[in-house]
């Protein structure tokens, strides 16, 4: 059995993180409530915007991942960019984080 959150339970809780932080984060799209991944489209703004991707690092912990060469681009190619991970894989949840001030923090490694 894995250890790993479920991505509806997880994604609950880091709504709820922001809501305490009062970082505007909100539900773009609603995958599986088990066994579905989860995109994190970081907006930041006139910083731009970041796709983030989950991974399993080398030591197997869980991890994040640019989803974009470049990290941090204009929207439409972060909504570009989801739209076709959408495309592939109907389970995905895509949550979206406005973040100008650059307050949230990921709840797991940013492997460069």
């Not at 709504?15 to 995958?31: E, H, T």
């Not at 991707?53 to 991890?63: A, Q, S």
Request: proline share 2%; net charge negative; hydrophobic share 40%.
């Amino acid at each position: 059995m894995s250890d790993r959150l479920k991505a509806g339970l997880w994604v609950k809780a880091q709504l709820r993180m922001c809501d305490i932080n009062f970082i505007s984060a909100m539900v773009i799209r609603r995958g599986d409530e088990d066994s579905g991944s989860v995109l994190l489209k970081l907006n930041r703004f006139n910083d731009g915007c970041a796709v983030l991707v989950p991974i399993t690092t080398i030591e197997g912990e869980r991890g994040w991942m640019h989803g974009l060469k470049g990290g941090y681009v204009d929207e439409r190619t972060c909504d570009d960019y989801i739209r076709r991970q959408i495309e592939r894989d109907d389970d995905l949840w895509v949550l979206e984080i406005e973040d100008p001030k650059k307050l949230y923090e990921l709840d797991a490694t940013l492997v460069q």
